[in-house]
């Protein structure tokens, strides 16, 4: 009974070691490097997008990295992922280094990025002049006012050829958001997947831009890149097309898609 019981039990460590070493030799698809807000009125956002993250990780195969400053950011750095997504994090408080660095990765062309909400809050913040390079990159654009109180609106897909918004509905709802208003429209510069119908907006808003877009790509650099404004409410991770739209992003951005 003695020999039975070894027996049962070096066939079980076998086992177990065939299926650690298994695991070790699972290659990751891409590896992701996610910016975010760690305080601040962006902090539900954050703490609902970062199990989101990880679960689509997990099914996906890919792996994730986070940093919640910017001070680490350097080409040694970002050479390392296939994908940087900006998580609701300004475009501003960035070392020289950090600004130089990043401009490199887009123009290279060996790595995406993913941007969402605070990422175009451009001008003159906290006694940080605006980052120039990082208003063109975004279409010429500069911040000019915003939507504190919150409103629903119609966000409507122009591109539906896009890999980046494939199977969204042609229009969505988004319930809760604080619509910003630029100087003007990006759309000149930039290729415009998605905008919001001002119309829609409940209650009414006398904050409004007119041709107003909310999702877009710049092909002028090597590297993918999408921009989505959406981005500050928790309840988006219940939203089925936003999910989808991100995740679609994160996957082009990375040439996985």
Same mark, same amino acid.
């Given at each position: 009974?003695? @020999?039975?019981?070894?027996?049962?039990?070096?066939?079980?460590?076998?086992?177990?070691?065939?299926?650690?070493?298994?695991?070790?030799?699972?290659?990751?698809?891409?590896?992701?490097?996610?910016?975010?807000?760690?305080?601040?009125?962006?902090?539900?956002?954050?703490? =609902?997008?970062?199990?989101?993250?990880?679960?689509?990780?997990?099914? %996906?195969?890919?792996?994730?990295?986070?940093?919640?400053?910017?001070?680490?950011? @350097?080409?040694?750095?970002?050479?390392?992922?296939?994908?940087?997504?900006?998580?609701?994090?300004?475009?501003?408080?960035?070392?020289?280094? %950090?600004?130089?660095?990043?401009?490199?990765?887009?123009? %290279?062309?060996?790595?995406?990025?993913?941007?969402?909400?605070?990422?175009?809050?451009?001008?003159?913040?906290?006694?940080?002049?605006?980052?120039?390079?990082?208003?063109?990159?975004?279409?010429?654009?500069?911040? $000019? @006012?915003?939507?504190?109180?919150?409103?629903?609106?119609?966000?409507?897909?122009?591109?539906?050829?896009?890999?980046?918004?494939?199977?969204?509905?042609?229009?969505?709802? $988004?319930?809760?958001?604080?619509?910003?208003?630029?100087?003007?429209?990006?759309?000149?510069?930039?290729?415009?997947?998605?905008?919001?119908?001002?119309?829609?907006?409940?209650?009414?808003?006398? $904050?409004?831009?007119?041709?107003?877009?909310?999702?877009?790509?710049?092909?002028?650099? =090597? %590297?993918?890149? $999408?921009?989505?404004?959406?981005?500050?409410?928790?309840?988006?991770?219940?939203?089925?097309?936003?999910?989808?739209?991100?995740? @679609?992003?994160?996957?082009?951005? =990375? =040439?996985?898609?």
């Amino acid at each position: 009974m003695k @020999n039975i019981t070894l027996f049962i039990l070096l066939i079980l460590g076998c086992f177990l070691q065939q299926d650690c070493l298994a695991q070790k030799q699972k290659k990751s698809r891409f590896k992701a490097l996610v910016l975010y807000e760690n305080g601040g009125h962006h902090l539900p956002f954050t703490k =609902a997008a970062k199990p989101w993250l990880n679960k689509l990780a997990i099914d %996906s195969s890919f792996t994730i990295d986070y940093i919640e400053s910017t001070k680490n950011i @350097n080409e040694a750095l970002l050479k390392q992922y296939q994908v940087f997504i900006q998580l609701d994090y300004p475009p501003y408080t960035w070392s020289e280094e %950090s600004m130089q660095a990043f401009q490199k990765y887009m123009n %290279s062309g060996k790595g995406g990025w993913v941007g969402l909400h605070h990422a175009t809050l451009l001008g003159e913040f906290d006694g940080y002049p605006m980052w120039k390079w990082f208003s063109d990159f975004m279409g010429g654009i500069r911040f $000019v @006012n915003y939507i504190p109180d919150f409103v629903s609106g119609k966000v409507t897909i122009e591109d539906k050829s896009h890999p980046v918004t494939k199977g969204i509905p042609i229009d969505f709802l $988004v319930k809760k958001e604080e619509w910003y208003i630029y100087d003007k429209s990006p759309r000149i510069n930039v290729h415009v997947l998605a905008s919001v119908d001002e119309s829609t907006y409940q209650p009414d808003s006398k $904050v409004k831009m007119g041709d107003h877009p909310v999702v877009w790509t710049n092909n002028h650099f =090597a %590297s993918r890149n $999408v921009y989505i404004f959406m981005g500050h409410a928790p309840e988006l991770f219940q939203n089925e097309a936003y999910t989808t739209l991100l995740r @679609n992003s994160i996957f082009w951005a =990375a =040439a996985k898609r």
